[in-house]
């Protein structure tokens, strides 16, 4: 899942969420002569996730941390996992870390748009970000 603000027509600044693993790294995998660091797709609906990209090397457990991440090389703080966290409302039960993760990556795009935005352009940022 990439996340997207309303305005950022070049999707320069993509979310997503990577996967440290208790050695320290971010797996990662080769397609054709490029290296691509695996993402963790977190169920939010039932316990723990899916590692993104093809094998052989897929983990086999669960990370030890999310780390929100932005295509532009932007990397946000180590969110520790527990897949059993969460925060449930009306029926429906979110990752309390795949949450937040949105969260730090939302307040890095737009502070990242924000600076390439008129001055006079600035309070209409929340209502074209608010559909995001």
Same mark, same amino acid.
């Given at each position: 899942?990439?996340?997207?603000?309303?305005?950022?027509?070049?999707?320069?600044?993509?979310?997503?969420?990577?996967?440290?693993?208790?050695?320290? /790294?971010?797996?990662?995998?080769?397609? +054709?002569?490029?290296?691509?660091?695996?993402?963790?797709?977190?169920?939010?609906?039932?316990?723990?996730? %899916?590692? %993104?990209?093809?094998?052989?090397?897929?983990?086999? &457990?669960?990370?030890?941390?999310?780390?929100?991440?932005? /295509?532009?090389?932007?990397?946000?703080?180590?969110?520790?996992?527990?897949?059993? &966290?969460?925060?449930?409302?009306? +029926?429906?039960?979110?990752? +309390?870390? +795949?949450?937040?993760?949105?969260?730090?990556?939302?307040?890095?795009?737009?502070?990242?748009?924000?600076?390439?935005?008129? %001055?006079?352009?600035? &309070?209409?940022?929340?209502?074209? %970000?608010?559909?995001?």
């Amino acid at each position: 899942m990439t996340w997207l603000l309303g305005n950022d027509e070049g999707a320069q600044h993509g979310g997503f969420v990577l996967g440290r693993l208790a050695d320290g /790294t971010v797996p990662a995998f080769v397609s +054709g002569h490029v290296q691509y660091e695996r993402r963790f797709a977190d169920d939010s609906t039932t316990y723990g996730g %899916t590692w %993104t990209g093809p094998g052989p090397d897929v983990p086999t &457990g669960p990370p030890l941390a999310l780390v929100p991440g932005c /295509t532009c090389g932007w990397r946000g703080p180590d969110l520790p996992y527990e897949p059993a &966290g969460g925060r449930c409302g009306n +029926g429906t039960c979110y990752d +309390g870390q +795949g949450v937040e993760a949105h969260r730090l990556w939302k307040a890095h795009a737009q502070a990242a748009l924000l600076a390439g935005i008129p %001055t006079e352009c600035e &309070g209409h940022l929340s209502a074209v %970000t608010a559909s995001a």
